[in-house]
């Protein structure tokens, strides 16, 4: 189809004595240019604009001025990082490890080593009665009490979604459309 295609174009253009359309026997070319905006006049005339009432603040706030902020780093993360904020502190997942950042500070105050398993990564940090707990997203429940992460629970289920946490119930979605409540 395409060589026929080909074939009818190359016959139409050899038909066509070198050149598309045609021209005058006696046509002479001429370098004439011709004015476009010759015809047209300038618009001198100006018109008000009326803006209305400005309304200017009365008082300024020197905490709305952003010009002495500083912007310090605290700590990377990772594309599974999970972070929360509880009581003046961040806690932060990355890898195997739990971060406790104060708020305050800015400085790291514990660092919580985890065992996990293979392909498990931290879900969620939950609060109750001012303890912390983490789910794992094999629906493992740790909790950080001092300095170490104590492992409460293994429910061993395969949960995809950040758990509902209502009250004293935690609800959970497994990877297969089962419902639990912790």
């Known amino acids: 189809m395409k060589k ?21 026997p006696d046509y002479t070319p001429s370098n004439e240019v011709t004015e476009i ?13 009326e803006l209305g ?14 010009n002495n902020i500083e912007i310090d780093k605290i700590i990377n993360t990772e594309k ?7 009581n003046y502190k961040i806690f932060l997942s990355k890898k195997n490890n739990i971060y406790e950042i104060d708020k305050n ?13 293979k392909e498990e990564q931290f879900l969620h940090f939950l609060e109750y009665k ?4 983490v789910i794992t997203n094999k629906s493992r429940l740790f909790i950080l009490d001092g300095q170490n992460a104590t492992l409460l629970i293994d429910y061993d289920i ?12 935690i609800i959970i979605f497994s990877v297969f459309g089962d419902i639990y409540q912790i």
Request: with cysteine; charged share 20%.
């Open 80 to 86: 599974n990082s999970v972070v929360n904020f509880f």
């Open 158 to 169: 395969f949960i995809n979604n950040t758990p509902i946490v209502l009250d004293e119930i």
């Open 53 to 66: 009432n400005v309304i200017y603040p009365k008082v300024n706030n020197s905490a709305l001025k952003i």
């Open 4 to 24: 026929t295609k080909l074939l009818i174009f190359f016959i139409v253009l050899s038909s066509c004595n070198q050149y598309l359309g045609s021209v005058d």
């Open 130 to 133: 001012d303890k912390i707990y």
């Open 105 to 117: 500070s800015n400085e790291i105050s514990y660092e919580y080593k985890v065992d996990l398993n």
């Open 37 to 49: 905006f010759s015809k047209i006049q300038n618009d001198t005339n100006t018109v008000e604009v």
